[in-house]
C-alpha cells in the first residue's frame, strides 16, 4: 500500500485562490480514494478469516454494514468489491486470486474511483464468459489503464471494441421472433398532493415520445423584454407533457369529451371562486388553490361544481362556459396563437382565456375570449399583467408598471408578419 499523507488545509480557506483550491480537491480526492483501496484490503482478509469466527456475524457484509453505519446494500457494494480487487484465503488456506488484479493497482495508486471500478467490474463479468486467461488479462490491463483518465462513456466504448476483438465474428445470426410490444405506466398520487409517474417503454415508443417531449420541450426564446427560459430540462418537459395531454384532450375523437377540454371536477365555494383566496377540491382525491381553479375554469380544463356556504350545489358547470368548437376556430383565426406579446406559441398549444372571468359573470363569446399559451394564461392570472379587447376586436395586453411607468398597451406582432 503506498504511503500517503493528508494535504494540509489552509486555516482560511476562503483566501485560497481558484488554483489551490483545485489542487486540494484532488489531493483530497486521491487520500479519499487510496484509503479506500487500503480499506478493500482489510475487508478482504475479514473475508479470508471468516466473519464470524472472529466477530460473530453471519457475514463480513453483516459486519461491515454495523461497524460503518451503513445499510446491507451499502455494505455489500463496498464488501464485494474488496473482494473483486484483492486476493483471499480459501477454507484450506490456499489462496484464491483476486478476480482484476490490474484494477487493484490502479486503485492504489488512487487514480480511479468506487464507481468507476464498479463499471471495470462489471464489464469484466460480462466479457470474460467465453475467453482466455491471456485475453481476459490483457483486456483488465486495457480497461484498468483507461480508467485513470476516461469516464463512463468512454468505458462503455472500450467494451464495445474489446467485444469486437475478442469476437470479430459476433453470435450466430438467428431470425428474430417478433416482439410483443413491452409497455407500462403507473401513475399513484403521493401525501403531498403531487402525482408520481412512472413507466417502462419499448424501444420504439420510447423514440416517439422523446421526440414528442423534445417537440414541445425546447426553451422559450428570448422575448422582446430580454426575458429568458430559466426553466431546467426536467421542468420543459414536464410542461410539454402537460401540453401534449391538452391536445389529446381537445381531440374530436377523444373518447368521452367530444372535443371538449373539461376532463376532471373541481369542487369550490362561491366566495373563493370570486376571490380567488382558498383551496378546492380536486376530484374529490385532491385540492387546488382557488386562484388556480379560476384560471382552469378558464379554457374548459375542469367542470367547476360552486356550492354554497351552507354546502348546496349552485352551478354543475354552466354549459354557456364552454367555447364551442366553432368558437374556437374563429379564435385561432383572429389570433393566430398566443396574443401575449413577443409569444411564437401556435393555436394548437393555446388556451382559451376569458378576459373578464367566467367565474365573475363573464361572457363566452369572442369579444371576451384570447388564445394564451400555458405560460403566458398563468402570468395573466397570477401576475401584473392585464389583457384587454381594444376598439378594432383585437386583445391588447398591459404591462406592469415596473416593466413600463405608463403603461402604454402593446400586442403581438409575431403571428402578423
Not at 480499506?39 to 460503518?68: C, H, M, N, P
Not at 373518447?255 to 377540454?261: F, K, Q
Not at 371576451?368 to 392585464?386: E, K, S, T
Amino acid at each position: 500500500m503506498p504511503e500517503t499523507f493528508l494535504p494540509e488545509l489552509p486555516q482560511e480557506l476562503w483566501r485560497a485562490g481558484k488554483l489551490e483550491l483545485a489542487h486540494g480537491v484532488r489531493q483530497f480526492l486521491q487520500v479519499m480514494r487510496v484509503a479506500s483501496a487500503a480499506l478493500g484490503q482489510y475487508l478482504a482478509e475479514v473475508e479470508s478469516r471468516g466473519a464470524k469466527d472472529l466477530y460473530g456475524y453471519g457475514s463480513t457484509i453483516t459486519w461491515f454494514a454495523d461497524v460503518a453505519g451503513l445499510s446491507f446494500g451499502e455494505a455489500r457494494s463496498v464488501v464485494n468489491q474488496a473482494i473483486a480487487l484483492n486476493p483471499t484465503r480459501a477454507l484450506d488456506g490456499s489462496e484464491v486470486a483476486a478476480f482484476a488484479p490490474a484494477t487493484a493497482a490502479v486503485a492504489a495508486e488512487g487514480l480511479v474511483g468506487h464507481e468507476r471500478i464498479q463499471q471495470i467490474l462489471d464489464i469484466l463479468r460480462r466479457i470474460f464468459a467465453d475467453t482466455s486467461v491471456e485475453d481476459r488479462e490483457c483486456a483488465e490491463k486495457i480497461l484498468a489503464t483507461l480508467a485513470r483518465d476516461a469516464g463512463p462513456r468512454q468505458l462503455a466504448k472500450a467494451e464495445q471494441d474489446l467485444l469486437g476483438w475478442l469476437d470479430p465474428d459476433g453470435n450466430e445470426p438467428k431470425e428474430p421472433e417478433p416482439a410483443e410490444p413491452r409497455r407500462e405506466v403507473t401513475l399513484e398520487r403521493r401525501k403531498d398532493g403531487f402525482w408520481k409517474l412512472n413507466g417502462l417503454l419499448d424501444d420504439e415508443l420510447g423514440a416517439r415520445t422523446a421526440a414528442a417531449l423534445e417537440a414541445y420541450a425546447t426553451p422559450r426564446p428570448v422575448d422582446e423584454f430580454g426575458q429568458a427560459d430559466l426553466r431546467t430540462k426536467a421542468e420543459r418537459q414536464g410542461d410539454a407533457w402537460a401540453e401534449l395531454l391538452d391536445l389529446a384532450i381537445a381531440c374530436p375523437d377523444q373518447p368521452g369529451t367530444s372535443g371538449y377540454r373539461t376532463l376532471v371536477h373541481v369542487t369550490i365555494g362561491l366566495d373563493e371562486l370570486k376571490s380567488g383566496l382558498g383551496t378546492a377540491c380536486l376530484d374529490f382525491v385532491g385540492t387546488m388553490t382557488a386562484r388556480d381553479a379560476r384560471m382552469a375554469a378558464c379554457d374548459c380544463l375542469m367542470l367547476p361544481v360552486v356550492m354554497s356556504a351552507a354546502g348546496e350545489p349552485l352551478d354543475v358547470g354552466r354549459l354557456r362556459r364552454f367555447v364551442t368548437p366553432g368558437q374556437r376556430r374563429a379564435l385561432n383565426i383572429r389570433d393566430r396563437g398566443c396574443a401575449f406579446p413577443g409569444c411564437h406559441r401556435r393555436p394548437k398549444n393555446c388556451h382559451a382565456h376569458h378576459i373578464d372571468h367566467w367565474a365573475d359573470g363573464g361572457p363566452t363569446d369572442l369579444r371576451n375570449l384570447v388564445l394564451l399559451c400555458g405560460f403566458h394564461h398563468r402570468l395573466i392570472h397570477h401576475g401584473d399583467w392585464q389583457v384587454r379587447m381594444a376598439a378594432d376586436g383585437l386583445p391588447e395586453f398591459i404591462p406592469p408598471q415596473y416593466l413600463d411607468p405608463l403603461r402604454r398597451s402593446r400586442r403581438n406582432t409575431l403571428h402578423r408578419v
